[in-house]
């Protein structure tokens, strides 16, 4: 019977690896993320921080290790609801406005009490753009959609690769405070970056990736 105790942490890796035709891309890798805690993945280009944020969010499956949720083996079923990816592909519908996919998004997942599709576009400086077809905005912009449903998922994980990417110095900022307000809440974040994060609510934990 698996331990699932208070002191089980919410995610955890276990000598997790990952080969393509018998090359390394990482691993092993050991690491444990509790409840506000946020964790970095630091490493160059092509080092394997996407691949392992598509072994987290089970797009693609590693051949070694284990990764358990809460205490017992990871499985998408155990985690759903409780897990958001931000990812280099958005998952916003493009011929629908901003407002028209948070409300999808709420749709399929729920939504936190009191956050509401105003507040949220309001929080990502989308006032004015609420209405337009997604596939109008710039990049930034729809990284900003992307950034507004992590205001409005319940998820207690947030996985997100290169949040800052087409970001502006103010995108940048936010992606930076939604990190802290998230961890100061009691959530959890694994992130993946090339070293732009600024976090000013403790000190993370790091892994770094090597290509
Ligand atoms: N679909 C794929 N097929 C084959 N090899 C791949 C594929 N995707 C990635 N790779 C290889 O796996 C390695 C890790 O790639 P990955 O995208 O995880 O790196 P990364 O750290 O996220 O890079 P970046 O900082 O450029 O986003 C690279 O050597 C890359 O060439």
Known sequence: MPAMTSHSPLLEARALAFHRQDDAVFGPLDFRLDAGELMLIEGDNGSGKTTLMRILTGLLRAEEGELRWRGEPLTWDRCSGE????????????????REN?????????????????????????IGYEDEPVRKL?????????????????????????????????????????????????????????????????????IRLHA
């Open 83 to 98: 897990v958001v990816f931000l990812g280099h592909q958005l998952g916003l519908k493009a011929e629908l406005s901003a």
């Open 102 to 126: 948070l409300a999808f998004t709420i749709g399929l997942h729920g939504h936190r009490n009191q956050s509401g599709i105003e507040g949220a576009l309001t929080q990502v400086g989308l």
């Open 138 to 206: 710039s990049a930034g912009q729809k990284k900003r959609v992307a950034l507004a449903r992590l205001l409005l998922i319940p998820a207690a994980l947030w996985l997100l690769d290169e949040p800052y990417a087409n970001l502006d110095r103010s995108g940048i900022q936010l992606v930076d405070a939604l990190l802290e307000a998230h961890i100061a809440h009691g959530g959890a974040a694994l992130v993946t970056s090339h070293g732009a994060v600024q976090f000013h609510g403790g000190e993370p934990q790091r």
